[in-house]
């Protein structure tokens, strides 16, 4: 596996919270709360049929299973050997077809065939060393015409309280540690980067929690959570 790419801290911790990661109740609730809103946005950009589709940082496999259908070609990719072997577990329980490789994406693009329609990387690039070096992999295994959908956390003061101090420190909504602000990225920059290597940004949504109702919705303005839409041209 490339470690190049990798902040040890960051799959360690997320490998502890594995076996976890199909509770809907767990520390990974949020996952699961987001998890419709995603697919949602992906679904208004693309069909899901006859399509290669590759969930880069998919975890324990969410919204990896979520984009299964009977007639395409499914990969979960995971630095977390213990988060994949969760998701292997859980899709084999549910007799889902996913191919489930644990590896950086630095390294399966250097060795990786297929083109792929649809890629996802969510809540992903804020958790690496050089999220550049992950859009720079993606251009290499991407269809032209080809989508792909990213989300992430801006970088500014609201972001920081509501995200870090409130929903880690205060509602507990997911565990402490879970984000560094330094790593967090303001949506023209990922958008820079993208251009940089022949991506074309189609929409950017905002991901909004409500506290009172503890739902999330989608909407306008980016300035905590937001996902974003690019065609490879």
Not at 12 to 20: E, G, P, R, V
Not at 220 to 230: C, E, K, P, Q, T
Request: a neutral charge.
């Amino acid at each position: 596996m490339n470690k190049v790419n990798i902040d040890n801290n960051e799959v360690n911790k997320f490998s502890s919270l594995a076996k976890t990661w199909w509770d809907a109740n767990g520390e990974l609730k949020t996952l699961h709360q987001v998890n419709p809103l995603r697919l949602e946005f992906v679904k208004k950009f693309t069909d899901l049929n006859n399509k290669n589709i590759i969930d880069i940082g998919c975890g324990g496999g969410i919204l990896t299973e979520s984009l299964v259908t009977k007639d395409n070609n499914v990969y979960g990719l995971d630095a977390s050997s213990e988060a994949i072997k969760v998701a292997k577990e859980h899709s084999k329980a549910n007799s889902l077809s996913i191919k489930y490789i644990n590896s950086t994406i630095e390294d399966f693009s250097d060795k990786n065939t297929t083109e792929f329609d649809i890629v996802t990387c969510m809540e992903m690039l804020e958790h690496v060393p050089d999220p550049e070096s992950i859009i720079a992999s993606i251009a290499k295994i991407i269809k032209k015409d080809g989508i792909f959908f990213a989300s992430t956390l801006n970088r500014n003061l609201k972001s920081y309280l509501l995200s870090i101090v409130a929903a880690e420190h205060i509602l507990k909504m997911v565990p402490q540690g879970t984000h560094q602000y330094s790593k967090f990225i303001k949506p023209y920059e990922l958008i820079k980067v993208a251009e940089k290597y022949g991506f074309e940004a189609l929409e950017i949504t905002g991901v909004h929690y409500n506290p009172l109702l503890n739902k999330f919705k989608l909407g306008n303005g980016a300035d905590i959570n937001y996902i974003i839409a690019f065609k490879k041209v």
